[in-house]
């Protein structure tokens, strides 16, 4: 039996909603269908009648809801019973960290370890958050640092950090490399490299929001995956980009970093990083390793 498959079905029965269930998920509401569809497949028959306008549980939907919430409830509590045992016996803290986390916060983080709690072995896995926060739930690790999405599993614990701050990446000749401080207005109809919204919701969803609050529209004239990729773009003169400063540590010949004006609220919030963890889990290494966070948050959030 696929627990996932049960995850997507009481996901859908909670929320009578593919979409919501699936964001609910963290994951496409196709995925979800093709969860169920697998399910049914397996069972030999319909568990939700769907039309335009609602979603409702069929005959053997309902017939089957209870035990597959028992079952699931017993999934978690078998991996809850394996997390714990691998945390006695291993000295090991499998850290998930988002790329803007794994080069301006772990770096720091990693050697105050090393002296407050040298017992403690440390590694580092660096990944999407729509792939960390999974690993979290299945404890393949133990602890990350990630965008939180907007709809929380509440198995999950969040507690927020800080928020980044932005800079524009453009080419060194450019006429406002020379500013202090940049605003959206100062970059409208300029070309923009923007993040793969497929792979970096976050990312992209930022850039744009940016402008849609500022009345303006974006023009994008390319799109790429990561920030080494994109810092080369500028490089070579295919437009602007808008990245987290950690971003202007990337040595990269003809290129200037200015700091961005982003006003607080939604928009603000995508800069939003974040330490996630299985809700109720106990583990004494990743409360040490919390505990050195918050001792030294100040000094990291103003050198991240």
């Not at 079952?71 to 291993?90: K, N, P, T, W």
Request: aromatic share 4%; with cysteine.
């Amino acid at each position: 039996m696929d627990i996932l498959q049960l995850r997507c079905f009481l996901a859908a029965a909670d929320e009578m909603h593919f979409g919501r269930a699936a964001k609910s998920l963290d994951m496409l509401p196709a995925s979800l269908g093709r969860h169920i569809k697998l399910l049914e497949d397996r069972f030999e028959a319909r568990l939700f009648l769907r039309t335009t306008r609602s979603v409702s549980l069929t005959e053997a939907g309902q017939a089957i809801l209870e035990d597959a919430r028992a079952l699931v409830a017993q999934a978690d509590r078998f991996e809850e019973r394996l997390r714990g045992m691998r945390r006695s016996d291993s000295p090991l803290l499998k850290v998930g960290a988002i790329d803007s986390a794994a080069n301006g916060l772990m770096p720091q983080l990693i050697q105050l370890m090393r002296v407050h709690h040298p017992e403690i072995e440390i590694q580092l896995i660096e990944q999407k958050t729509i792939h960390l926060l999974p690993k979290i739930l299945s404890g393949s690790i133990d602890i990350a640092f990630c965008r939180p999405p907007d709809i929380r599993d509440p198995k999950i614990q969040f507690q927020t950090l800080f928020y980044e701050s932005a800079v524009v990446a453009l080419p060194d000749d450019h006429p406002l490399s020379g500013r202090s401080m940049l605003s959206i207005q100062d970059l409208s109809n300029a070309p923009l490299i923007v993040p793969d919204r497929r792979s970096r919701p976050h990312s992209h969803d930022l850039t744009i929001k940016l402008f849609t609050d500022a009345g303006l529209g974006a023009r994008i004239a390319q799109v790429a995956e990561e920030k080494h990729t994109i810092v080369n773009l500028v490089a070579t003169g295919a437009g602007l980009a808008i990245v987290p400063r950690w971003v202007s540590r990337i040595a990269v010949s003809g290129v200037a970093f200015v700091p961005l004006s982003v006003p607080d609220g939604f928009t603000r919030n995508k800069l939003v990083l974040a330490a996630a963890w299985a809700r109720g889990a106990r583990d004494p290494r990743r409360d040490a390793f919390l505990a050195v966070l918050a001792q030294n948050l100040a000094e990291i959030e103003s050198s991240a």
